[in-house]
């Protein structure tokens, strides 16, 4: 099958699995969230073989491109989803993320994302491309599902939930915080000072990425030094990915960059 | 002095430097930096100056920028300092003062009945944490009546670590800015160039451009020999991502372009309107050549531009380095009569608008034109980057540490009771706590298991 084919079935899956997901939620069936779940593993294996194929014929890590990072991106975020969720069992943070999949998804099939395959420029012909970005992505992955956990922590009514949802959006915070943290600065770093000469230039998305580490140091440190939780912690959290979303889109479109691969 | 040391070793500044920070980089990337006046004046209108005057415009270097920046690092070293020696007692002290109280105040605990006197039982706890990779230490009562037993205790100083590469990266970015330097060196193929500085010389053999099939460049190369005392020492291949290293300098491919100062040129001199009488005439810049031309001896080309175009006062300038619009001025002569004066272009051949007698019968066609491309290098010597390596396996082996190498620690206080030993322990764990809870109780079920 072409990387197309496959890609089209994982969405087709995640769309069908985000349905289920909130006939799950609205018809207050739990054990249709499973079939949820389920349903985005399936997009996730035709997921990882379009990412698997597009790599095998272009030759290089596939994230070189909106369309590829956005591709990946929206994979990353099923995976931490899964990961989080084997952890909590919460049926109802799976439609709101795979909601952002589908989103994610969705924009990256959008015909604003040329698909085609390009060489690649001399800049990133660098196995840091794989260190750097993957890492990244996958470290604001878990920020997507916090920033998700966030947003149900607003809305939940009772305590209870609060609780729970508190819970999850710091555990996804405290995994991708340092994956983040790797990936997205020190890898970040050590290939800018390989690629470029220097390790910092202050150019808008490295000073965008400080911004979302600042950012979720905050988070961090306002909960474990000063106590802060619920709902001074999920607003503080939403803004944190919003930022790395700014990061990752806003810099690319809107902020002139040496850093902007569309 | 020691309020000042108070209010820095509190964490509430530190939020509140960091939310300045935060607020600066963003304005930062919304005015573009390092721009010319002109490019503010055209963007901004009058507030330009106000801009400049606060200096928005080159936020990152200003000094009020950099003494946020002082702050912030002051404000975390003593932060640092202040919570370092209780944290160290908490992973590595004797754990002195550990009693039946402190245990009863910890919030996961259980009680148990073990078998056996009290020295014993102690021996099977101590055995069975230990197997759960704790290091178990009898504290408090020197009778070894209560264990304390830690493990992960480098996760303690997990946020510790961070604080000190966030510092050492601070200091490793103050060294750059005051001890790097940075060159660029333009070098046509065979050309030399001392390198400030550096003591050597670095000569670039060979530059090439790669495409791909499909166009697109795929890289630039450099072959770059480095000359010291005049002998070549060693010569690599300098591509993007692959800088060469000598002496703690680093070249890197930073940037190409043609050198349009002595372009070989072929011109094509010809009758009008007869292209068969056209022969091709071979120069550079600033040559006289002889012509067995129509009714000319000798041709001479003047001034070369890459890309044509008349600016203020009719003046000819090039409007890029690309070679986009060429044009060459060119002087035909006969004997020692210039007979004509006038830009020859590739693009529009028989455009000429010269002047001279052979306006009306000479025809000049810009055929071809080969220039030598020349590439440059950015030599840089970058004394803060071993710091800023340092600083940032800190700040990774810290965030790794403190988030998933997150320490636990058990307590048990044992005291003679019916038929045998009551035991009393108590655990804490900073991260993950269900995660520990079930150890916890794994734990004490297998001391009730216990013979």
């Not at chain 1, 085609?116 to 996958?138: E, F, I, M």
Request: aromatic share 12%.
């Amino acid at each position: 099958m072409t990387e197309s084919t496959l890609f089209t079935a994982a969405f087709a899956l995640y769309v069908l699995s985000t349905f289920v997901y909130f006939a799950a939620l609205f018809a207050r069936r739990v054990k249709w969230a499973g079939k949820g779940l389920a349903v985005a593993g399936a997009g996730l294996v035709f997921h990882t073989a379009a990412l698997v194929v597009r790599t095998v014929t272009s030759g290089h890590a596939p994230f070189t491109n909106m369309y590829e990072s956005l591709s990946f991106f929206a994979w990353a975020t099923v995976l931490a989803f899964a990961a989080i969720d084997r952890k909590f069992r919460l049926p109802k943070i799976g439609p709101y993320v795979m909601l952002i999949v589908v989103a994610l998804v969705a924009l990256a099939s959008s015909p604003l994302m040329p698909k085609d395959v390009t060489p690649l420029v001399p800049a990133l012909q660098s196995y840091w491309l794989w260190l750097h970005v993957s890492v990244t992505l996958v470290g604001e992955a878990f920020f997507a599902v916090a920033f998700v956990a966030s947003i149900l922590y607003l809305a939940a009514d009772s305590e209870e939930k609060k609780e729970k949802y508190d819970s999850v959006s710091y555990r996804a915070v405290a995994v991708g915080f340092p994956l983040f943290t790797l990936g997205g600065l020190v890898f970040g770093m050590i290939w800018a000072f390989r690629a470029w000469g220097r390790y910092w230039s202050w150019d808008p998305k490295e000073v965008w990425s400080l911004i979302t580490w600042f950012v979720f140091a905050l988070y961090l440190h306002t909960r474990i030094v000063m106590g802060w939780k619920g709902k001074r912690s999920a607003v503080i959290a939403i803004i944190g990915f919003l930022a790395a979303l700014f990061t990752y889109f806003g810099v690319n479109y809107l902020l002139s960059s040496l850093h902007s691969y569309r | 002095m020691r309020s000042l040391w108070k209010s820095f070793a509190s964490v509430k500044l530190a939020i509140f430097l960091i939310i300045l920070l935060v607020l600066a980089s963003v304005l930062g990337t919304l005015i573009p930096q390092g721009r010319s006046a002109e490019e503010y004046a055209a963007r901004y209108g009058d507030l330009a100056g106000l801009f400049v005057r606060l200096q928005l415009t080159n936020l990152y270097r200003s000094p009020w920028f950099l003494t946020l920046l002082f702050l912030f690092a002051v404000n975390l070293s003593v932060c640092t300092v202040t919570r370092l020696g209780p944290k160290l007692r908490r992973a590595f002290g004797p754990g002195t003062g550990t009693d039946a109280g402190s245990v009863a105040a910890m919030k996961v605990r259980g009680r148990l009945r073990m078998a056996g006197p009290t020295g014993a039982a102690a021996a099977r706890v101590a055995q069975e944490l230990g197997s759960r990779r704790y290091a178990v230490r009898a504290a408090g009562g020197d009778d070894g009546t209560v264990l304390l037993a830690r493990k992960r205790r480098l996760g303690w100083l997990g946020s510790d670590a961070v604080h000190l590469g966030l510092l050492v990266i601070l200091a490793g970015g103050i060294v750059s800015g005051l001890a790097g330097r940075r060159s660029h060196l333009a070098l046509v193929e065979g050309q030399t160039a001392d390198v400030p500085h550096a003591g050597f010389r670095v000569r670039l053999d060979r530059f090439e451009t790669e495409l791909y099939p499909q166009g697109g460049v795929k890289a630039w190369k450099s072959t770059v020999s480095v000359l010291e005392d005049g002998e070549p020492v060693r010569t690599e291949i300098v591509k993007v991502n692959r800088p060469l290293i000598h002496r703690g300098f680093h070249f890197y491919q930073s940037s190409y372009g043609w050198d349009w100062e002595n372009p070989k040129l072929e011109i094509a001199v010809g009758t009008k309107g007869e292209p068969a009488s056209a022969r091709s005439v071979f120069l550079r810049t600033g040559e006289r050549v002889p012509v067995d031309g129509p009714g000319i001896t000798h041709l001479s080309a003047l001034r070369f531009v890459p890309d044509f175009v008349l600016g203020e006062g009719n003046r000819v300038q090039s409007r890029s380095r690309e070679p986009r619009n060429p044009a060459v001025l060119v002087e035909a002569w006969r004997g020692e009569e210039r007979v004509y004066t006038g830009w020859v272009f590739a693009k529009f051949p028989d455009f000429g608008d010269g002047h001279g007698d052979g306006r009306a019968a000479l025809s000049f066609v810009l055929k071809d034109l080969q220039a030598g491309q020349y590439s440059v290098l950015e030599a840089a010597k970058d004394p803060g980057a071993g710091l800023i390596w340092v600083g940032c396996l800190f700040v990774t082996a810290g965030v790794f540490l403190a988030f998933y190498w997150t320490p636990r620690e058990i307590r048990a206080v044992l005291a003679p009771g019916a038929g045998g030993t009551e035991a009393t322990l108590g655990g804490f764990a900073a991260k993950g706590r269900d995660a520990f809870r079930s150890e916890f109780e794994a734990v004490c079920e297998s001391l009730r298991r216990a013979p």
